[in-house]
């Protein structure tokens, strides 16, 4: 076993989740050295084509990573882990807090082709495709933006990869509404915080209005144009959004959740020409992450 593959521990808990092998051809024997091999490269940020032979055929490696991404095969095992860890009490949905971080594209991201890219042997487009590629440009060159949802054991519960040019605020709705573990024992899954915490670039009327509406209590503070422009409106204005500093303290929860996350270096610079494949390659760091004690 080398530096950075999956223990026996962690072994064991993916397993029972990973899609059964090929029948003819044998197509997924041996998923263990592949996965090392996934996760080799998610970490270092290599080149696949620079490989370590022990994990076998480069093109292996990559397919597989690329088809699983496509067909959705990493976001079903993140979901059955993230049961198992509910079903075991280690979820903290006691606060669960929204944030982003950019990355910056390297320039082997760019030049993606425009058609449109098709999950192997179906005429599907793959899951978490976008036609932007999620890839914006800022002064900075080209950028991409990872928003997430964690919670308080600093694992994240959902994410969505926009270009880096998108704002924080009209992509919380969409984050909170990928947040789905299910319950093995029974019943729906669990798609609700018990507390949510963001920061003043969440603070808008239509996400406080989501928020209230599934019943969901939350701590985000007012920006001072948003509290002025209230007051200038008087009793029209609504009543003052309820603050309280000692929860907000939990903040930091989401940021240590992105900074564990960046410590793969193909998560911190971004290095796929397709969206779904990076998204892929986030959800393969995340359930590393998962799987750790």
């Excluded at 509406?213 to 200038?232: L, S, V």
Aim: proline share 7%.
């Amino acid at each position: 076993m080398g530096r950075g593959d999956l223990t026996n521990a962690e072994w064991v808990r993916l397993e029972p989740h990973l899609p059964p092998p090929g029948q003819r051809g044998g197509r997924w024997n041996d998923h263990r050295s592949v996965i090392n091999g996934i996760l080799f490269r998610v970490r270092t940020g290599i080149p696949w084509r620079d490989l370590p032979e022990r994990f076998g055929s480069w093109k292996t490696v990559y397919e597989r990573h690329r088809r699983w991404s496509a067909d959705g095969t990493w976001d079903r095992i993140l979901t059955a882990v993230q049961a198992d860890a509910d079903l075991a009490g280690r979820i903290d949905w006691s606060m669960v807090g929204v944030d982003s971080t950019s990355c910056r594209a390297h320039q082997h991201a760019a030049g993606a082709r425009k058609t449109k890219p098709r999950v192997p042997k179906k005429r599907t487009t793959p899951r978490n495709h976008r036609p932007d590629e999620g890839i914006g440009r800022s002064r900075g060159g080209l950028t991409c933006k990872i928003h997430l949802a964690g919670e308080g054991g600093c694992r994240h519960l959902a994410l969505l990869v926009t270009p880096g040019q998108c704002g924080d605020a009209p992509q919380m709705i969409e984050v909170l509404s990928r947040i789905r573990v299910p319950r093995p024992q029974g019943g729906h899954p669990r798609t609700r915080p018990d507390h949510l915490s963001g920061d003043k670039a969440y603070s808008s009327r239509r996400n406080r209005r989501y928020l209230r509406r599934r019943q969901i209590k939350h701590t985000i503070p007012e920006p001072k144009d948003q509290r002025a422009h209230r007051k200038r409106r008087g009793s029209k204005g609504g009543r003052p959004a309820g603050f309280d500093s000692e929860i907000y303290k939990r903040r930091n929860e989401v940021e240590r959740t992105i900074n564990r996350l960046k410590n793969c270096r193909a998560v911190a610079t971004r290095y796929d020409k397709r969206a779904y494949v990076f998204h892929g390659t986030v959800t393969t760091a995340a359930i590393r992450l998962w799987l750790r004690p």
